[in-house]
Nanobody, 127 residues
């Protein structure tokens, strides 16, 4: 099973940008779709973005569409989430996750389809 470690979180002003990274080890990262989820205080964990194993297909939550970009570098075993035009409501702990099913044709957005999770990285957007 792949192990995941997120990095890149921090404090940023509204309108600013951050890039989150998710480094994978111990598994076949190149065959797995990946996803980003987030959990704000007192809220459920929610889907943010997902990418197919090939990196050629992506999916986004409506709340981040046009502002966030997910990408995957199979040569570096790393996934990224570029976050632009950040808003205070983007404040949350961000988690990366790996799809349970190798070579799924389209990126899944269902939390239960992901089997490996990172420990999370905190993003705080000040107004």
């Amino acid at each position: 099973q792949v192990q995941l470690v997120e990095s890149g979180g921090g404090l940023v002003q509204a309108g600013g940008s951050l890039r989150l990274s998710c480094a994978a080890s111990g598994g076949t990262f190149s065959s797995l779709g990946m996803g980003w989820f987030r959990q704000a205080p007192r809220k459920e964990r929610e889907f943010v973005a997902a990418i197919a194993w090939s990196g050629l297909s992506t999916a986004y939550a409506d709340s981040v569409k046009g502002r966030f970009t997910i990408s995957k570098d199979n040569a570096k075993n790393t996934m990224y989430l570029q976050m632009n035009s950040l808003k205070p409501e983007d404040t949350a702990v961000y988690y990366c996750a790996a799809d349970l099913e190798p070579f799924r044709l389209r990126p899944t957005t269902e939390r239960t389809d992901f089997g490996s999770w990172g420990q999370g990285t905190r993003v705080i957007v000040s107004s």
